[in-house]
């Protein structure tokens, strides 16, 4: 059975960090991208980051880039999110999720209709 299971969220404050760990089972990671997105109230769900099958491809939304670091370990079946510098504007549902395809990547940003797979979400609330 195809699962991926979000970990990490929790309550923090402005400029504090959190690890967001997503678990997989039932399918071979290594050969899947694997992207973060995240719903704010009210708003729809957006991409925040995603790593290639292997690693070394990364694509971030630019309002992460240089806070937020994704990466993998095939081996066990993990993909992280260390998010450094929060933000009250990056409250939200974060959720992991499996590309459709095998083996391929995308140029510049994590479109969120290519990712069929999704976990259940973990809450990530950034406040005072």
């Known amino acids: 059975q195809l699962q991926l299971v979000e970990s990490g969220g929790g309550l923090v404050q402005p400029g504090g960090s959190l690890r967001l760990s997503c678990t997989t089972s039932?399918?071979?990671?290594?050969?899947?991208?694997i992207g973060w997105f995240r719903q704010a109230p009210g708003k729809e769900r957006e991409g925040v980051s995603c790593?290639?099958?292997?690693?070394?491809?990364?694509n971030y939304a630019d309002s992460v880039k240089g806070r937020f670091t994704i990466s993998r370990d095939n081996a066990n079946n993990i993909v992280y999110l260390q998010m450094n510098g929060l933000k009250p504007e990056d409250t939200g549902i974060y959720y992991c999720?499996?590309?459709?395809?095998?083996?391929?990547?995308?140029?510049?940003?994590?479109?969120?209709?290519?990712?069929?797979?999704w976990g259940q979400g973990t809450q990530v609330t950034v406040s005072s």
């Open positions: 039932g399918f071979t990671l290594g050969y899947y991208a």
């Open positions: 999720a499996r590309d459709r395809l095998q083996q391929r990547w995308f140029t510049s940003n994590c479109p969120r209709t290519e990712f069929a797979y």
């Open positions: 790593i290639n099958s292997r690693g070394g491809n990364t």
